[in-house]
């Protein structure tokens, strides 16, 4: 959020409001207000993906954040402090940099522009080389790590304290009441009352109107933690008094009380809380302060506070609610919809038509490519739950199916017979996903032809057979738990191991799998070679889309050093042996890019510095083992006590 709002300014003040419209287009949008939903969607989005990448590699990264900073005194001086000071937060701004570059000149500058022209914008370039934008993607990902870091550091933000678990608690409970009174405030008061409350920032729709609902939900959320923590004993008491009015007071509320006391207290709070929230807002309505909304903001935000209050003392109270939501099969159906979705869609898009995706944008009242290929993957995720139903109610007998026709030659026992042993359910639910997806592609193309549904090539088949496998396989590896690790390697190491038996370390370079495949590489390196020659070679791309600065010039040479970084880059990868010789190479290639590309604004140049020297430094971890081992971490200097 923090890096989100800052990045967001940043765009706003340097590239103006048509920077933000860049992020408006990728959902049909039109307004800056619109960009800003888009972009702070897309900073939690992002800041969800960077705490899953920091979580398995802030190890990695702060060891070679220790390596680097005894390089040299001048190193020791700069990086030494910081590290004592808040070495998570070092580390993760470290990290949080790298990940605004791949975010800036990966997602933005190349993904986007595809996303833009699927929903009919024009864009001018490709990559998109908006540098506000892709400079605010950088100040947001440095500002996210950093606080990232120095929070999971700072002992107030500790999970466990009290105000911490309040405010959480209180935000949980109001993005769930904020969801629900809204709802209620569309279904009793209609379209046109949600769409009045969209005029607090300058727009008459239903989506700003649910904006501006949920906004107002979070900051009364937080308040309502505040006045809560001050009122819950007294209000506790009034609760038990009144338990004790009656048989049938007793009755209701007694056991509730024994089960979820606080549960109880809060709901009843919030829903006062909310009746005084929504007579404040038909008050403040009257007098023209705030829109309208009537009774249907009255109820919808008795609603909101009852939501609110039972969702904060589920959370304090820590019940479990596990078993409200989807179960296993279901979940597993949900995941495997998804993938198939992706693939089946892409497979449409590149052999079917555009034209679907049109058509099925038009079914939910909307245009553009994009618009449609969300209710594709409505649609994907709607016959993913009914794949679970049918699978759930025929899964014996297709079993059954598949053994016996297992046994009749000799190809099919051995095709299919170790495919059963390894991962029955797999191979069940990837047959029966196939013919899953083989009925909906008939019966699409069949509806096609009868004209109920409008024509559509015969490769749709094919299309809703790939869904339908990749479905089933999904769904039968997600049940079964299956490793879906890289295929680098085996998974000997996985053996169980007795009680009390002692684990035998394996370097990781011995390991099997992706892990090992990078240890035996410079990964590191080779990744950022990559990504600098894609920095800079995004400028002269973009001079070269421009009429008054195509053809032959310098720019055409900046293509090609950002061609060869990457080339390098790839190489260092493939032949590992030559790490140094590429790594020579990668500088002096991302120095030259200063002729023709600027260097890639000089970011491009010194992220191709920075991975040419990894290059450089890196070993081969079996060569020499023991000698680099026993000096690792001596970096203070020589008798003085290891501090890292």
């Avoid at 990086?79 to 070092?90: F, I, K, N, T, W």
């Avoid at 609603?303 to 296993?328: A, F, I, Q, T």
């Amino acid at each position: 959020m923090v890096g989100g709002l800052l990045g967001g300014a940043l765009i706003q003040l340097t590239g103006g409001a048509e920077a933000m419209l860049l992020f408006a287009w990728l959902i049909d949008g039109s307004t800056v207000a619109t960009g800003w939903v888009v972009w702070m969607g897309l900073a939690l989005v992002f800041g969800a993906g960077f705490a899953i990448f920091m979580s398995r590699g802030v190890n990695k990264f702060t060891n070679t954040i220790i390596m680097i900073s005894r390089k040299s005194e001048t190193t020791q001086k700069i990086l030494v402090p910081l590290l004592h000071r808040s070495a998570l937060g070092l580390t993760a701004g470290s990290m949080g940099l790298l990940y605004g570059q791949i975010l800036g000149f990966g997602f933005f500058a190349w993904l986007v522009p595809i996303i833009h022209a699927m929903n009919g914008h024009p864009v001018e370039m490709f990559p998109l080389a908006n540098f506000p934008v892709i400079v605010g993607y950088i100040v947001y990902a440095q500002v996210l790590g950093t606080v990232y870091g120095m929070l999971l550091e700072a002992e107030w933000y500790e999970l466990g304290s009290g105000d911490g678990t309040e405010q959480s608690a209180a935000l949980v409970g109001a993005v769930g009441g904020g969801l629900v009174g809204s709802g209620v405030l569309y279904l009793v008061g209609g379209a046109q009352t949600v769409a009045t409350l969209g005029t607090l920032v300058g727009s008459r729709s239903v989506p700003h109107g649910v904006l501006v609902f949920m906004l107002a939900a979070l900051l009364f959320g937080v308040a309502f933690s505040w006045v809560l923590s001050r009122t819950i004993n007294d209000f506790t008491t009034t609760v038990i008094m009144f338990s004790r009015r009656s048989e049938t007071t007793q009755k209701i509320l007694v056991p509730l009380l024994t089960r979820a006391a606080l549960t109880v207290t809060a709901g009843s709070m919030g829903l006062v809380y909310g009746l005084v929230l929504g007579v404040a807002a038909v008050a403040l309505g009257t007098v023209g302060v705030v829109p309208q909304t009537g009774l249907a903001g009255l109820l919808a935000f008795a609603v909101y506070g009852n939501v609110l209050g039972n969702g904060y003392g589920l959370m304090m109270e820590k019940v479990d609610l596990s078993g409200l939501g989807p179960s296993e099969e279901y979940r597993a159906g949900l995941t495997g919809s998804v993938g198939a979705g992706l693939l089946s869609g892409l497979f449409i898009l590149t052999f079917v038509g555009l034209s679907v995706f049109s058509r099925l944008a038009e079914l939910v009242g909307q245009d553009g490519i994009f618009t449609g290929f969300l209710v594709w993957m409505g649609v994907s995720a709607v016959l993913g739950l009914a794949f679970v139903a049918y699978v759930s109610r025929t899964i014996n007998d297709f079993t059954t199916t598949v053994i016996m026709f297992s046994r009749r030659s000799e190809t099919t026992q051995a095709i299919l017979v170790p495919l059963i042993t390894r991962a029955a359910l797999t191979v069940t639910a990837g047959s029966m996903g196939l013919v899953y997806g083989l009925a909906l592609g008939v019966l699409a193309y069949g509806g096609a032809l009868a004209g109920l549904i409008p024509p559509v090539s015969p490769l749709i088949v094919l299309a809703f057979v790939i869904f339908g496998q990749v479905l089933g396989t999904t769904y039968g590896l997600v049940l079964e738990d299956a490793d879906l690790s890289l295929p680098f390697g085996s998974d000997d190491e996985s053996e169980s191991v007795a009680e009390g038996e002692k684990v035998e370390y394996v370097p990781p370079h011995e390991r099997p799998g992706f892990a090992g495949w990078r240890a035996r590489r410079p990964f590191a390196g080779g990744v950022m070679l990559i990504l600098a020659g894609m920095i800079i070679a995004a400028i002269p791309i973009r001079l070269q889309t421009i009429p008054a600065t195509s053809g032959p010039s310098k720019a055409a040479l900046g293509i090609v050093f950002g061609a060869m970084v990457i080339a390098c880059g790839a190489f260092a990868l493939v032949k590992p042996n030559l790490s140094t010789l590429i790594g020579v190479t990668g500088i002096a290639m991302s120095i030259l890019s200063l002729i023709g590309a600027f260097g890639g604004l000089v970011i491009g140049m010194l992220v191709g510095i920075v991975g040419g020297n990894l290059c450089i430094a890196w070993q081969d971890p079996t060569v020499d083992e023991e000698s680099s081992s026993e000096s690792r971490f001596n970096w203070i200097s020589e008798g003085e006590r290891q501090q890292w």
